[in-house]
Each structure stands twice: as C-alpha cells, then as structure tokens.
C-alpha cells in the first residue's frame, strides 16, 4: 500500500513537471512563432508552430501517465528545433543549448535500463557535434540569417534563460523524487520493523518483538509478569473450525489490550499470552490479573452461530528490586512453573515474586 502510494505521487509529479515544462517551452515557441513572423520568415513560422502542436501532443501523453514516450517526444522536438534554428538562422544564436536541456530530461523518465538514457544523451552529443562541424565548414546556408543577425545576442540570452529555466525545472523535480524515494524506503522499514515485531493475526508483539522492548525497561523497578493461557484452545479449534479459532484468538487478544491498556501485551505461542507491566505494584497487579480471570470467563464469545464461554489460567511473577534483562531466562522458568500450578485445575491464578 505504501509502495503504491509513493509511486502514485511520483506519476503526479510526473504529470505537474511535465505541464510546467509544457508552459514553459509554449510560451518560449509562441514568442519565437510571433518573432520569426515580424521578420517575414514564414517557412520558420510553419515549423516552429508544428513543433509547438507537437509539444501540444506530449503534454497529453504525460498526462496519460506515459512519462518515456513524453521525454522521447520533448527530446525530438528540442533536435529538430536545434538543426532547424540552425538551418534557418545559423549557429551563433543560442539554439544549440536545446540540446544541452536534453540532458535534464534523462534522469525524469522511468526508465528502468540505463542504457536508455546514453542512448539519449549520445543522440543529443552527436547532433551537436554535427552541427558545430556544420557550422566549422559552413555546410548551411542560413535562409533568414541576414534578417536577424542583428538580434543575434538577444537571442543568445533569451536561449540560455530558457535553458537554466528547464534545468531548474529538471533539478526541483528530481529532488521531489529523490524525497519521495527516500519516504518509501522510510516506510518500508518501519513496515518491515512492524511485520517481524507484530503477530500478524492479533495485531500484538510476538515473542521477538516483546524481548527487544523489554530491553528498554533494563533496571526498570517495580515490575511484573504474567503467562495467560487460554484453557480448552484445541476445542474451539476441533468444534468451530480453525477460522473461528483465529477469530477467538482475535476477541481474546483485544480483551488483554483493554484490560491490560498500560502494558506491554505479546502473543508467547498459539494460545498464551505475555503481560509485562511497570505500573501497578505487585499485589495491585495481581489482582488484576484475577479480574482478568474472571471477566474472561463471564465473557460471550460469539463462534459462527454460537456463543461459547472460556477459561482462562494465569500465573504471575514479581520482581523484587530492579528489573535485569539478564533474569529473563528465570523468570521465565518461575513463570511457567506458576502457570503449570494453575493449569493442574484450569480457571486459576498462581503467584509467586523474585
């Protein structure tokens, strides 16, 4: 869901550079169109206004979500309009930095080779080179050069104006996807953290989840314990089936999380429960984990299209002085051997302190 997510907001970042870049590049052909038509250069006009459709055509295909064939169509038309510019005017206005912007769009597109993007790098690099040496050994002859050699710098500037725009553009929407990027990973993480830490039927740590919080409470004082074992489990499983047994799990669990709401809860194994509590004293918490007891066993559990009553036995530990991670191992032998008092008669709480 959240990879999803991510890559939902990537294709709309997709579609927001693209019409900004539509914008952009529109509005700089609109001038150029009105430009080469108050200078009678009518050939240009035809040209540069199909280029402007074609832009037209890319903006559409960004917002059908097809970002390479977008960069391919942008990438073509700032080629054609380099060779063009260069064909109708000369070299020296500028129009060869259409080429340079064809780098920003290689590192836009999705584009799961990189392969894809020498490719377009090198189509631009060579055209480049093409017309650098047709300009070296003067293989064009210009058609409207005379016209607006005069105007040659101002079109110089307003190239490399339109140029920085576009590699802005480029630099902002890659630092948007690099952040999104880097959110999924965050996500991830943190769902993968919750997926080895949670069970993933009771929503509740499991038993490797549990130990690493307990490493936090490590010299924590005033501490206890308490290994709930639902009795019968194997009946509810045998008689209602194995899906009403997930759903009794379920109802059990939630049962622990709202008695229990200031506790570490965790499922131990199939039907025991781990209660770790810094709260309550020992006796407060004993006695509340016998009206634990007793609220489970007055409880309905509603299995298919019966209602079915469960015991529960506990045993419970307290620790004397300060918490060590280190007596873990007893206490859980003092634990179980408090929960197997219980289990010889089933519905009872046995305690004991350390």
């Known amino acids: 869901m959240i990879a ?28 150029l169109i009105l430009l080469v038509l108050a200078f009678d250069c009518y050939v240009a ?8 459709l074609s832009y037209c055509a890319a903006l ?35 129009f060869e930095l259409f080429l340079l912007i064809n780098i920003s769009y290689c590192y836009v597109g999705n584009f ?13 690099t060579f055209i480049y080179l093409l017309l650098y040496y047709a300009e070296l050994f003067e293989v064009f002859n210009a ?43 965050h ?14 039927l009771t929503g509740l740590f499991n038993r490797w989840g549990f130990l690493a919080e307990l490493e936090k409470y490590n010299t924590q004082i005033n501490v206890n314990f308490a ?64 009206e634990f007891r007793n609220y489970f066993k007055a409880f309905n559990f509603k299995l298919k299209d019966n209602f079915y009553r469960a015991t529960v036995s506990i045993g419970c530990v307290g620790i004397i002085g300060e918490f060590s991670i280190l007596q873990l191992e007893n206490i859980i032998t003092e634990i179980n051997k408090n929960l197997y008092l219980s289990k010889q008669h089933k519905d009872e709480l046995n305690a004991s302190k350390m």
Do not use: P
Request: net charge positive.
């Open 45 to 52: 006009f035809y040209v540069f206004f199909a280029l402007l």
């Open 4 to 31: 999803k997510t991510s890559n939902l907001k990537i294709a709309n970042s997709n579609i927001v550079f693209f019409k900004r870049l539509f914008l952009i590049n529109s509005i700089y052909l609109s001038f």
């Open 143 to 185: 058609i409207y050069y005379e016209k607006v050699e005069q105007y040659r710098l101002y079109f110089l500037i307003f190239n490399l104006a339109f140029l920085c725009l576009n590699f802005i553009g480029a630099l902002l929407f890659m630092r948007k996807k690099i952040i999104t990027n880097i959110e999924q990973k």
């Open 60 to 94: 559409l295909i960004s917002i059908l979500r097809y970002v390479n064939l977008c960069i391919f169509f942008f990438h073509f038309n700032n080629i054609a309009i380099a060779i063009l510019a260069n064909i109708f005017f000369s070299n020296g206005f500028g």
């Open 227 to 290: 290994l709930i074992d639902i009795d019968n489990f194997k009946y509810v499983n045998s008689n209602f089936g194995f899906e009403c047994g997930d759903d009794f799990l379920i109802k059990s669990a939630n049962l622990l999380k709202k008695t229990f709401h200031n506790s570490l809860v965790c499922r131990w194994s199939s039907e025991q429960f781990i209660i770790f509590n810094t709260t309550l004293n020992n006796q407060d918490f004993v006695n509340k984990a016998d």
């Open 187 to 200: 996500f991830t993480q943190i769902l993968l953290k919750e997926n080895i830490s949670k069970d993933y």
């Open 112 to 124: 799961k080779r990189k392969l894809s993007i020498f490719y377009l790098l090198g189509i631009s």
